[in-house]
């Protein structure tokens, strides 16, 4: 985890690698509690048996918007900036779902800092690239641009 005291010190990371989360393992449990929150039950993420049987990746998968759930959390792990008194997630200018995660696998996030903007009172709007890497996998489960306003 990086640590930062100031504002003014985060920025000084724009345009490079903020670092690698831990790996995230998306448990068939998370994938149907997450199914049960959003009242997506299709069966591609629910139905082990049926996914067994028709599904071209023989097994259930997780919600994209699982994956894209899980950025607040690995975000935490990966930097803090001391001063911040609160932070929002302000939205995304751009989000694909570039590969199914099956079941058990895992996940980690990198994040690069792309731009950072003031943000009136006291804060800045940072928008960083994450990227969900699929563990074994060349591609990643999701690429997504990410808006989180920090105030001091």
């Not at 490079?16 to 831990?22: A, H, M, N, R």
């Not at 911040?84 to 199914?100: E, L, Q, S």
């Not at 079941?103 to 969900?132: S, W």
Request: aromatic fraction near 8%; include cysteine; charged fraction near 25%.
């Amino acid at each position: 985890m990086k640590t930062f005291k100031t504002l003014a010190e985060f920025r000084g990371q724009l345009g490079q690698e903020i670092g690698v989360s831990p790996w995230e393992t998306i448990s068939q449990a998370q994938i149907n509690a997450f199914a049960d929150a959003t009242g997506d039950h299709q069966w591609i993420h629910i139905d082990q048996e049926k996914a067994a049987q028709f599904s071209p990746f023989k097994t259930t998968i997780a919600h994209g918007f699982l994956t894209l759930s899980l950025a607040p959390k690995l975000m935490a792990e990966l930097y803090k900036v001391e001063s911040v008194k609160m932070g929002v997630n302000y939205g995304a200018n751009k989000v694909r779902f570039t590969a199914p995660v099956p079941a058990g696998r895992r996940v980690r996030m990198r994040m690069t800092l792309k731009e950072v903007e003031d943000q009136a009172p006291n804060g800045v709007r940072a928008t960083a690239e994450c990227v969900f890497e699929l563990e074994g996998s060349d591609k990643p489960a999701c690429v997504a641009e990410l808006i989180t306003l920090l105030f001091e």
